[in-house]
């Protein structure tokens, strides 16, 4: 039975890393994002801090489930989206997922970033051993980008529409 999990992105990715890490790692992918601010909703208030609110991804549920019950068996779990802003705020989806889950059931698995910019043995046996932090840095700048595309896009999309040509973006 795997001991240890790892996230990463894409399903491709993770079966070619299975292969590289062997039986005792449980590898899964997240398909990408897996929170995002609402369709319906500004998600955004600006009223404090202009902090946002996120929500599952419609069709991600069933995802972040096999990853929190993976992550309950797991002695330890290595977030590896991509070594880019979007990466690091899907690790820190996943991880906040991850720690709601086992706040629940009483367990604390240790949580790690691994970054690996090639998809070999060499570079994922490297990276493994030198797990570290999510850089918090990174994902506040994908958080900035994010509420800044919602807050300009819910404010001047409909100016768009109304002066240009509706179904225009500004986000």
């Given at each position: 039975m795997p001991q240890e999990l790892v996230i990463v992105e894409s399903p491709a990715?993770?079966?070619?890393?299975?292969?590289?890490?062997?039986?005792?790692?449980?590898?899964?992918?997240?398909?990408?994002?897996?929170?995002?601010?609402?369709?319906?909703d500004m998600g955004v208030d600006t009223e404090k801090?202009?902090?946002?609110?996120?929500?599952?991804?419609?069709g991600k549920a069933k995802v972040l489930k096999q990853i929190t019950d993976a992550?309950?068996?797991?002695?330890?779990?290595?977030?590896?989206p991509d070594p880019d802003?979007?990466?690091?705020?899907?690790?820190?989806h996943v991880a906040e997922e991850i720690a709601k889950t086992q706040k629940k059931v009483k367990k604390k698995t240790a949580v790690h970033r691994v970054l690996f910019n090639e998809i070999t043995k060499k570079a994922i046996t490297k990276a493994m051993g030198e797990?570290?932090?999510?850089?918090?840095?990174?994902?506040?700048?994908?958080?900035?980008?994010?509420?800044?595309?919602?807050?300009?896009?819910?404010?001047?999309?409909p100016i768009l529409w109304e002066k240009v040509r509706r179904g225009l973006s500004a986000g």
């Open positions: 990715k993770a079966r070619t890393i299975k292969k590289y890490l062997g039986r005792k790692f449980q590898v899964l992918a997240s398909v990408g994002h897996v929170k995002d601010l609402p369709k319906k801090d202009f902090t946002p609110t996120y929500v599952t991804i419609k992550a309950k068996k797991a002695e330890a779990v290595y977030l590896a802003r979007e990466g690091e705020a899907i690790a820190w797990p570290t932090t999510i850089k918090q840095d990174l994902v506040d700048a994908q958080q900035a980008r994010r509420i800044l595309d919602r807050l300009v896009g819910y404010k001047i999309s």
